[in-house]
């Protein structure tokens, strides 16, 4: 008996859900500070019924323009037990039927579309920024992906009214429609430049789509653009972190994070795709890749969230290859052996792209002994309390110790980031109470949070200026600011 | 004429203008007049009337009166014989209707279709600089008509446009750089160059006449070295320019332009018109006020080409521009928005009037520049520094001290430059510590006054802080 495609399609994903459930139950919560600022986001919504506008915690209290319908929806499905964990793993895992879906439109091949939805469902980067997370990127990702997919087959009607829909909801998830915008325009110059004919219909529907996102984007933003004007698309990131973002990842873990296979196979089908066969759907994602880099270029995009997208891209495009070899393996000596292909290609994503998947998932972040302290915290301080905590505990500070923080990586909206970041930096490695006091009083701190964590952070053993008279160590960790 | 299409097409356009140029000042909570130009002109209006007419002595604390003529004086002559409440906000939306018409009666006369024609007028409405010149009095409101007026009559062959070629440098050169670079493409299109030396003539002969004796007198006026970054901002009002064109009225104008482009070199000169302008825009930001009439006719082609063109989707073609013409009124809308908001806010018209009770003579208050004119004409006192760059006393040296002042901790410093311009009052606003200035609570001039025995606060309100310096 031959088993269906759909037989391995639903294996991969039970493997893919199976491996995600597996890491996200092993800690106890989430593993990027990004996540409880989602968590109190869809907490706030669970408890208010409506969205929030206004942050009383981060930066002391600041507005959120932020758009919120992924938070609404996961509060909707605050039902289902432990659904933080459950639901965003089944996002995550539901890539594999997108991959699958577009490879296929791409092959017409099932051997090939199955080994691709296979190494989509383990990009080690991808897996870095999903497992035991609330994130956004995953339900972006996939809707991004199905909205290629519709225009790919925009003739038909189901992908039409699909495109309609989706055009409309994806920036109610988040800014990065414009990396879709970019693409189509990228879409357009490729097409041009080689001579490749789009049709009426798809120009219509790509403009339609182009203002749509354009218009909501100036809805939901329209402050922040009154603002700050077109600075505002650098989301208000202080420089030293800039830097830093682009600064972090070196070209080898840049390739290891993304997957060795996806680089070669995706640069082949490239190749084959855009220079050799002209093929329609392989030029759309050149152009999404084109898109990514142009962004990152620009640093509009993270680089941590760009090389995500350019490892999914690449491996969509992999399908190609992996088609193409197929068909050429037939033709050479080695016809023979065929039928093995599948099986060195499983094994090449097993070692390539499962194992260091395997590795990143063992390695992200546990943040146990954090919140803990937080919620003590939260226990024995007053309400009305200030926490001195790094950038990256700011949403862990306000989500678990409901007190407020300096900072957080919620920029946007925020006055004096790159001061405040300064100042932060400054109350952890001075060496002079002064300069110290400078920062804690200018924003009236009551509480010094510093753990191993923070000190290997900034390359302390402690806080230099702490004495006896002005600070308190009230529990391990947690000093009071008493001057 | 009465019920028909036409009549109803033109009291819809009548009722819609004086709808959007009524609104601004309907929903603006202060109740004070919109932005800083209607009390320039108040106060210079005054000054013409005691035939001062050679010196200012609130702006820059002294400086020549080197302002163009022309919008003082009409202002002057205007607040003679109608309340100064109806000058700032009834005169402009009638000038706006007036402007309008004749906006209409050009594009007519340049052989647009009726429709292309009805379309760029509602979009003309629509557009923020037309909102931003006809819904309070300002520097743009009257020279706007004028042009308009020019060119009709121009496209006319009314004699009387060279007399107001003639005007036009009175209300400022850069108007006439302006019009004379219009008058040549239009000259060029009608083979007529002839006809554009002659106002070319009429021109520099006016701009002589205007600018010779303050040349001759002041000589050329020092160029500000500090505002040009800002400049660049005001293009987009989606963006938060001032009076800037919306992002969605150009996406329009392009879709008109590619139909345009159908027909190639035919409209050659609706292309030189545009590159013109946006080179001069380079120079002059302010003239995307004008560029928006321009605009407004090319977004209009180009919203008929999307209703009448065959697209393969006829849903896709009616959401397209539905989004498009949400996203023309969603621009108006945030402006209309934004524009009421400027200053003076209510706080800061008390405050200033609290100044003036205060002290009857006309001491120096230092502040934000922005906040210049308002020091000069609420509170009648001298200003540090205002917005009139033009022959303004030492300006950059001046400013380099107002920014010292502004950002200096030292004591000793920024009691020299207070001594220097015998400073004798500072305003610090909520919006200057938030962004404006300073963005933190005891940057610079904040420190020293929280922590000076030399100042001391004699007025605040929510939004603004009234300090007195102690000799």
Same mark, same amino acid.
Request: net charge positive.
């Given at each position: ?39 109190? /986001? ?237 093929? !329609?759907? &392989? ?39 992996? /088609? ?19 099986? +060195? ?89 002064? #300069? ?15 753990? !191993? ?23 391990? !960790? ?6 | ?35 800083? !130009? ?109 042009? /308009? ?6 496209? #006319? ?51 002589? +006449? ?17 505002? #040009? ?196 009052? &500072? ?45």
């Amino acid at each position: 008996m031959k088993l269906k495609p759909s037989f391995y399609l639903t294996l991969i994903i039970l493997f893919t859900l199976l491996f995600r459930l597996y890491f996200a139950f092993s800690i106890s919560g989430f593993s990027s500070d990004e996540s409880y600022f989602h968590l109190r /986001l869809i907490n706030y919504i669970q408890e208010h019924k409506f969205i929030m506008f206004y942050d009383p915690l981060g930066y002391q209290g600041h507005e959120v323009y932020y758009p919120q319908l992924f938070h609404i929806l996961m509060a909707i499905f605050s039902f289902i037990p432990f659904f933080l964990k459950i639901i965003p793993a089944l996002i995550a895992s539901s890539l594999v039927i997108v991959v699958y879906l577009i490879a296929k439109k791409i092959t017409k091949d099932n051997t090939s579309s199955l080994l691709t939805a296979f190494l989509a469902a383990f990009i080690p980067i991808e897996i870095k920024n999903s497992v035991n997370q609330i994130s956004v990127y995953t339900l972006i990702i996939p809707i991004i992906l199905i909205l290629y997919l519709s225009l790919i087959s925009i003739e038909q009607k189901k992908y039409f009214n699909l495109f309609i829909i989706l055009s409309f909801i994806l920036p109610l998830f988040h800014p990065l429609s414009f990396l879709f915008i970019f693409s189509l325009i990228f879409y357009f110059i490729l097409s041009n430049t080689e001579s490749l004919f789009i049709s009426k219909y798809r120009k219509e529907i790509i403009a339609f789509s182009f203002f749509l996102i354009l218009i909501i984007n100036f809805l939901i933003y329209k402050n922040i653009f009154l603002q700050y004007g077109l600075s505002s698309i650098w989301q208000n990131i202080p420089d030293p972190l800039f830097s830093q973002y682009f600064n972090n990842i070196n070209i080898l873990e840049a390739i290891y994070l993304m997957g060795a296979l996806p680089i070669i196979l995706g640069s082949l089908g490239i190749f084959f795709g855009l220079f050799k066969e002209k093929d !329609d759907s &392989i030029i759309l994602l050149t152009a999404a890749i084109l898109a990514t880099l142009f962004l990152l270029s620009i640093k509009v995009l993270n680089l941590q969230i760009g090389i995500l997208f350019l490892s999914i891209f690449l491996v969509i495009i992999s399908s190609l290859s992996i /088609l193409k070899i197929n068909e050429y393996l037939k033709i050479t000596k080695f016809s023979r052996f065929k039928n093995y292909l599948p099986f +060195i290609l499983i094994l090449l994503i097993i070692v390539l792209a499962f194992i260091p998947s395997y590795f990143v998932a063992k390695s992200i972040p546990n943040y146990k002994s954090q919140i803990e302290t937080f919620q003590w915290i939260k226990e024995n301080t007053p309400e009305n309390s200030t926490i001195l905590v790094p950038l990256e505990l700011g949403n862990i500070l306000t989500s678990v110790a409901e007190r407020k923080n300096i900072l957080d990586t919620n920029f946007l909206s925020s006055r004096n980031v790159e001061e405040r970041y300064e100042d932060v930096n400054t109350a952890y490695v001075t060496f002079s109470k002064i #300069k110290a006091f400078e920062s804690l009083r200018k924003y009236e701190v009551n509480y010094i949070f510093i753990d !191993d964590y923070v000190k290997n952070k900034y390359k302390i053993t402690k806080l230099l200026y702490i004495d006896d008279k002005c600070f308190e160590e009230i529990k391990n !960790d947690v000093y009071k600011v008493l001057c | 004429m009465m019920f028909t299409k036409s009549y109803a097409r033109v009291i819809f356009l009548i009722a819609l203008t004086i709808v959007i140029l009524l609104l601004p000042n309907l929903i603006r909570i202060s109740g004070t007049y919109i932005g800083e !130009d209607p009390y320039f002109y108040i106060r210079v209006a005054d000054t013409i009337k005691d035939d001062n007419i050679e010196y200012d002595e609130l702006s820059y604390s002294g400086r020549p009166f080197a302002y163009s003529p022309a919008q003082p004086l009409i202002f002057s002559y205007l607040k003679k014989v109608l309340p100064e409440q109806m000058i700032i906000n009834i005169i402009p939306i009638i000038l706006g209707l007036i402007s309008l018409y004749l906006f209409y009666l050009i594009l007519k006369e340049l052989k647009v279709e009726p429709n292309v024609n009805y379309l760029s007028l509602i979009i003309l409405i629509l557009s923020p600089p037309f909102i931003y010149i006809f819904s309070s009095y300002n520097t743009f409101t009257v020279i706007t008509l004028i042009i /308009l007026l020019t060119f009709y009559l121009l496209i #006319k062959k009314n004699m009387v446009s060279y007399l107001l070629f003639f005007i036009i440098p009175f209300f400022g050169y850069q108007y006439s750089l302006l019009t004379l670079i219009l008058a040549l493409v239009y000259s060029i299109k009608e083979k007529n160059t002839k006809g554009f030396y002659i106002i070319l003539l009429i021109s520099l002969l006016s701009l002589l +006449i205007v600018y010779l004796p303050s040349l001759s007198k002041y000589g050329l006026s020092e160029s500000s070295k500090f505002d #040009k970054a800002l400049k660049y901002k005001s293009l987009f009002s989606d963006l938060g320019g001032e009076a800037g064109i919306s992002i969605f009225m150009i996406f329009l104008s392009l879709f008109g332009l590619s139909y345009l482009w159908k027909s190639k070199y035919k409209h050659f000169f609706i292309y030189v018109t545009l590159i013109l302008f946006i080179i001069l825009i380079f120079y002059y930001p302010s003239f995307i006020i004008y560029l928006s009439f321009l605009l407004s006719f090319l977004a209009a082609v180009g919203m008929i080409y999307i209703i009448r063109s065959k697209w393969e989707s006829e849903t896709i073609r009616k959401l397209t521009m539905w989004i498009l013409i949400l996203g023309l009124i969603f621009s108006s809308y945030n402006f209309v928005r934004e524009i009421s908001l400027q200053e003076p806010s209510h706080e800061l018209y008390l405050a200033l009037n609290f100044l003036r009770g205060y002290d009857s003579s006309q001491n120096v208050v230092f502040s934000h520049y922005s906040y210049g004119i308002f020091i000069n004409t609420i509170a009648n006192k001298k200003n540090f520094m205002d917005t009139k760059f033009l022959y303004a006393p030492n300006l950059n040296k001046r400013y380099q001290d107002y920014m010292t002042l502004l950002y200096t901790r030292n004591a000793d410093l920024a009691e020299s430059i207070i001594n220097k311009y015998e400073i004798k009052y &500072i305003i610090i606003t909520k919006k200057m510590k938030q962004g404006l200035v300073w963005n933190q609570e005891d940057e610079g001039l904040l420190f020293i006054l929280n922590t000076g025995k030399s100042y001391n606060k004699i007025y605040y309100n929510d939004e603004v802080e009234v300090w007195r310096i102690r000799k």
